[in-house]
Nanobody
């Protein structure tokens, strides 16, 4: 059973940085695509970033490109999301997600992922 556990959320001032981590267990993740999504109050859950575990290829939403970096640490089965230059509009619950790599591209829709973590709150104050 795949399990994903996020950590690293918190309160930060605008312009600050945070690093989120997703600890994955229950499978060999070299064949997976890992994603980060976020959901702000009253809004749909949206794609933030994704990484193909086997070759490290990444994909980003336009709103975070250049500010967020997704990476994986294979030895620890962990996927990180480094966030810099944070803005109040980045405030949301951030979720880690996983899906077996059956796509020709990084999936960006919520329903394309099979496994989800419980989420970690990120709050950016102005």
């Amino acid at each position: 059973q795949v399990q994903l556990v996020e950590s690293g959320g918190g309160l930060v001032q605008a312009g600050g940085s945070l690093r989120l981590s997703c600890a994955a267990s229950g499978s060999t993740f070299s064949g997976y695509i890992m994603g980060w999504f976020r959901q702000a109050p009253g809004k749909e859950r949206e794609f933030v970033a994704g990484i193909i575990w086997s070759d490290g290829r990444t994909d980003y939403a336009g709103s975070v490109k250049g500010r967020f970096t997704i990476s994986r640490r294979s030895a620890k089965n962990t996927v990180d999301l480094q966030m810099i230059s944070l803005k109040p509009e980045d405030t949301a619950v951030y979720y880690c997600a996983a899906v077996w790599n059956r796509y020709s591209r990084t999936p960006r829709r919520r329903d394309e992922y099979d496994y989800w973590g419980q989420g970690t709150q990120v709050t950016v104050s102005s």
